[in-house]
């Protein structure tokens, strides 16, 4: 078994990779430019929302109070009516893009500390090269990625939208193991 804090520094330099191909990724390759769309008549949607104050947070129209209200005709008449919504409120004002690369940067040092610990787990010191890549960039590609196709699943995120993140995740567990 290796101890966790002797990977360090390969720990905080795929961290450094990560983050370096996420932002290529993001501002140089620009391809997921068109992940978002932009909601018709926006001026009037974002006017027509606001004098509701929504909070910020996650919403889902049309909700149903209890689990029995989504079997009334009432409701079902609603639903088939639409649109149906999934909706992130954010505060307003500007985004802290530092706060969200710091962010980012913790995330990715997390993901390569649970590859690092699952390869310690069950590699020996020293072993071969091939057996630490497979191991550290599975556990990695699974902390990427796994989690965007639970939201294609459940809340219809975009099929090429997830594919393109699982790409990414892809390319973050190759270099989370080269360190």
Do not use: C
């Not at 109070?65 to 639409?82: H, I, S, V, Y």
């Amino acid at each position: 078994m290796i101890p966790i804090t002797s990977l360090w520094l390969p720990i905080l330099v795929s961290a450094i990779l990560v983050f370096i191909a996420s932002s290529v990724i993001h501002m140089v390759l620009k391809y997921h430019d068109k992940d978002w769309k932009k909601v018709p008549a926006e001026d009037e949607v974002m006017a027509a929302l606001r004098k509701f104050q929504i909070p910020p947070g996650d919403y889902y129209m049309p909700r149903p109070d209890t689990t029995a209200q989504m079997n009334t005709p009432e409701f079902k008449a609603k639903r088939e009516l639409g649109p149906k919504v999934t909706l992130t409120v954010y505060p307003p004002g500007e985004t802290s893009m530092a706060r969200n690369l710091l962010l980012w940067f913790l995330y990715s040092i997390v993901i390569a500390v649970f590859a690092g610990y699952v390869a310690g787990i069950v590699l020996p010191a020293g072993s071969p090269y091939l057996t630490v890549f497979r191991i550290t960039s599975t556990v990695a590609f699974a902390g990427y990625t796994l989690a965007h196709w639970q939201n294609l699943i459940w809340y219809s995120r975009n099929l090429v939208t997830t594919l393109k993140t699982s790409i990414d995740g892809l390319v973050y567990a190759l270099l989370t193991h080269l360190s």
